[in-house]
């Protein structure tokens, strides 16, 4: 499809910042609502044809997403270190093409559930940490997962689980077919009274809106779909979004900085080309949807009169509470082949510890799944006591269609130390101020990633495993879900958005992203920023109609 084309001297209605989960949703919608739209994408935008499943270049080498030659970024545990980059790699990972990344996740699509959005009246202070409730609550956000399930496309099975929320809709898909790694691990979870239950997962099981089905290559998580299977915005909302020709998709295009007039509005983004030349573009208002890392310091190296701390910066909060999700499970061997390296990553998850509990003496809860990883990134997981190199190392390699991994994916808890703002010194390949990460887990998230593995070699151990390997549990040095940076709230003095996602300091300055999420909720967080994305954009739209923007 030919994109619809703007000049950088015309005022577009809208730009939006980013072409990921978010971008491709808040493009569509608003240009649907007939409404000029610019998306801007720093990375290339790539045919099906041109991903691939090289496990070195894709996860090593920096192939589809931000590589620390170009995006340096500097990383510390707490605010009285130093800061400095890592060796190889970035600490926050995200891709770096036409459809972000929604390209290559895993495509787990979890709800929140309703305990997601009052966390903080449920448990009350929590030392150390900012546990508040969401200005919104799941009913209100209800008919936009639902939105997303069927607008975007989604496998699964409704009622399936007794501890999902209640749904308006069954899911417009069935689920997956079920892996050896989910027979295994339904069959130990049950054996222990749990409840596991068909993945609901963003990846076609059959063809739906012109795009086939899962072909079971078995290499989701990190990698594009050249079938076209996965449910990114690359095939789903994009094209929908140029389809109305309003849209113009614009990649190769860094923005750096935020245009701002003297009455403190955004007036469009500056933004260096494919050849690095600078351009602005002109927009009546800018949307940010560039993740909960990226976004946060577009908005701190935006600084400029009036706004001298950064953009829609007035609380403060810009960069901080920034959350990952924390977890632990185990690796298991079995008796016979299980050849993992085939299908979707995850078919079957269990709810059953999504509730944290007072009893377990700590915060925290979440979900667990049954998955496998590529050879190379298998390969090198080595566990303690297996040999390295040589004849021990051979057989462990060779072992690799014998073994499956229980997952458990939870919560952290937002820390106001814990952020991302800028380096005084470390610059990227265009001579922008890089991003400096600070992150230190809560003792809580640390307790409860303990306790996951604890489960995690339970129900191996109940599913027959010959061999378990307990997850290691570490300090963080880094993570993929980059979530409350510029969170979601009633009071400008406590949040950067309110509860539709326009900053409360500068009028025509929308964001969303994972950065206006309040709560980390249990680590799969792409379908609620989906719906945050469907909801903020049908307001943004009503706004802009009335000429309140």
């Given at each position: 499809?030919?994109?619809k084309?703007?000049?950088?001297?015309?005022?577009?209605?809208?730009?939006?910042?980013?072409?990921?989960?978010?971008?491709?949703?808040?493009?569509?919608?608003?240009?649907?609502?007939?409404?000029s739209?610019?998306l801007m994408?720093?990375g290339p935008?790539?045919g099906?044809?041109?991903?691939?499943?090289?496990?070195?270049?894709?996860?090593?080498?920096s192939?589809?997403?931000?590589?620390?030659?170009?995006?340096?970024?500097?990383?510390?545990?707490?605010?009285d270190?130093t800061?400095?980059?890592?060796?190889?790699?970035?600490p926050?990972?995200?891709?770096?093409?036409?459809?972000?990344?929604?390209?290559?996740?895993?495509?787990?699509?979890?709800r929140?559930?309703?305990?997601?959005?009052?966390?903080?009246?449920?448990?009350?202070?929590?030392?150390?940490?900012?546990?508040?409730?969401w200005?919104?609550?799941?009913?209100?956000l209800?008919?936009?997962?639902?939105?997303v399930?069927?607008?975007?496309?989604?496998?699964?099975?409704?009622g399936?689980?007794?501890?999902?929320?209640?749904?308006?809709?069954?899911?417009?898909m069935?689920p997956?077919p079920?892996k050896?790694s989910?027979?295994?691990f339904?069959r130990?979870?049950?054996?222990?009274?749990?409840?596991?239950?068909?993945?609901?997962m963003?990846?076609?099981?059959v063809?739906?809106?012109?795009?086939?089905?899962?072909?079971?290559?078995?290499?989701?998580?990190?990698?594009?779909?050249?079938?076209?299977a996965?449910?990114?915005?690359v095939w789903?909302?994009?094209?929908?979004?140029?389809?109305t020709?309003?849209?113009?998709?614009?990649?190769?295009?860094?923005?750096?900085?935020?245009?701002?007039?003297?009455?403190?509005?955004?007036?469009g983004v500056h933004?260096f080309?494919?050849?690095?030349?600078?351009?602005?573009?002109?927009?009546?208002?800018?949307?940010?949807?560039?993740?909960?890392s990226?976004?946060?310091?577009l908005?701190?190296?935006?600084?400029?009169?009036?706004?001298?701390h950064?953009?829609a910066?007035?609380?403060?909060?810009?960069?901080?509470y920034?959350?990952?999700?924390?977890?632990?499970?185990?690796m298991a061997?079995?008796?016979h082949p299980?050849?993992?390296?085939?299908?979707?990553?995850?078919t079957?998850v269990?709810?059953?510890?999504?509730d944290s509990?007072?009893?377990r003496?700590?915060?925290?809860?979440?979900?667990?799944?049954?998955?496998s990883?590529?050879?190379?990134?298998?390969?090198?997981?080595?566990?303690?006591g297996?040999?390295?190199?040589?004849?021990?190392?051979?057989?462990?390699?060779e072992?690799?269609t014998?073994?499956?991994?229980?997952?458990?994916?939870g919560?952290?808890?937002?820390q106001?130390?814990n952020?991302?703002?800028?380096?005084?010194?470390?610059k990227d390949?265009w001579?922008i101020?890089?991003?400096?990460?600070?992150?230190?887990?809560?003792?809580?998230?640390?307790?409860h990633?303990?306790?996951?593995?604890?489960?995690?070699?339970?129900i191996m151990?109940?599913?027959?495993?010959?061999q378990?390997?307990?997850?290691?549990?570490?300090?963080?040095?880094?993570?993929?879900?980059?979530?409350?940076?510029?969170?979601?709230?009633n009071?400008?003095?406590?949040?950067?958005?309110d509860?539709?996602n326009?900053?409360?300091d500068v009028?025509?300055?929308?964001?969303?992203?994972?950065?206006?999420m309040?709560?980390?909720?249990?680590?799969?967080p792409?379908?609620?920023?989906?719906?945050?994305?469907?909801?903020?954009?049908?307001?943004?739209?009503?706004?802009?109609?009335?000429?309140?923007i």
């Amino acid at each position: 499809m030919v994109s619809k084309m703007y000049k950088t001297s015309e005022t577009v209605d809208f730009v939006v910042v980013g072409s990921g989960a978010a971008g491709g949703i808040m493009a569509r919608e608003l240009s649907r609502a007939g409404h000029s739209v610019v998306l801007m994408e720093q990375g290339p935008r790539l045919g099906p044809d041109q991903f691939e499943h090289d496990e070195l270049k894709y996860r090593n080498l920096s192939g589809i997403t931000n590589n620390p030659a170009t995006n340096p970024q500097s990383f510390r545990h707490t605010p009285d270190e130093t800061a400095k980059p890592m060796d190889g790699r970035n600490p926050l990972t995200y891709a770096r093409v036409v459809g972000g990344s929604s390209t290559h996740f895993n495509a787990n699509f979890w709800r929140l559930h309703e305990i997601d959005f009052i966390e903080g009246s449920r448990w009350g202070p929590i030392e150390g940490a900012s546990l508040v409730d969401w200005p919104i609550t799941y009913a209100e956000l209800e008919p936009y997962y639902t939105k997303v399930e069927w607008e975007v496309g989604v496998s699964g099975l409704a009622g399936a689980s007794p501890f999902d929320p209640w749904r308006s809709k069954p899911y417009p898909m069935p689920p997956l077919p079920v892996k050896s790694s989910g027979v295994l691990f339904e069959r130990g979870a049950r054996k222990l009274g749990l409840h596991p239950f068909p993945a609901p997962m963003a990846i076609n099981s059959v063809f739906y809106k012109n795009r086939p089905p899962c072909a079971q290559c078995g290499l989701c998580g990190g990698f594009g779909c050249e079938v076209m299977a996965k449910s990114s915005s690359v095939w789903t909302m994009i094209p929908e979004a140029e389809a109305t020709g309003r849209c113009e998709v614009r990649s190769l295009s860094y923005v750096f900085r935020i245009g701002m007039d003297k009455t403190g509005r955004a007036t469009g983004v500056h933004y260096f080309d494919g050849k690095k030349v600078e351009q602005f573009q002109k927009a009546r208002a800018v949307v940010v949807c560039a993740n909960g890392s990226e976004t946060p310091k577009l908005l701190l190296n935006s600084a400029t009169n009036g706004f001298e701390h950064g953009l829609a910066n007035s609380s403060g909060a810009v960069g901080r509470y920034l959350m990952f999700n924390k977890g632990g499970g185990a690796m298991a061997r079995f008796e016979h082949p299980l050849n993992e390296y085939k299908g979707a990553n995850v078919t079957r998850v269990m709810h059953d510890f999504y509730d944290s509990d007072p009893k377990r003496g700590f915060y925290g809860g979440g979900g667990f799944d049954a998955r496998s990883g590529g050879p190379l990134t298998w390969g090198q997981s080595v566990p303690k006591g297996t040999a390295a190199w040589g004849q021990g190392f051979k057989e462990y390699l060779e072992s690799y269609t014998y073994w499956m991994q229980c997952a458990g994916h939870g919560t952290s808890l937002a820390q106001e130390n814990n952020r991302v703002d800028i380096d005084p010194e470390l610059k990227d390949a265009w001579g922008i101020p890089a991003m400096r990460v600070t992150y230190k887990d809560h003792p809580d998230d640390v307790k409860h990633a303990k306790w996951q593995v604890e489960r995690a070699v339970e129900i191996m151990d109940a599913a027959g495993a010959s061999q378990i390997v307990p997850g290691e549990v570490g300090e963080a040095n880094g993570g993929v879900h980059l979530l409350g940076t510029c969170r979601m709230g009633n009071d400008p003095r406590t949040s950067v958005v309110d509860k539709y996602n326009r900053t409360h300091d500068v009028k025509n300055l929308f964001l969303c992203d994972g950065s206006s999420m309040v709560t980390s909720g249990r680590g799969q967080p792409t379908q609620t920023i989906e719906a945050l994305a469907f909801r903020a954009a049908e307001y943004i739209s009503k706004f802009a109609k009335a000429n309140e923007i």
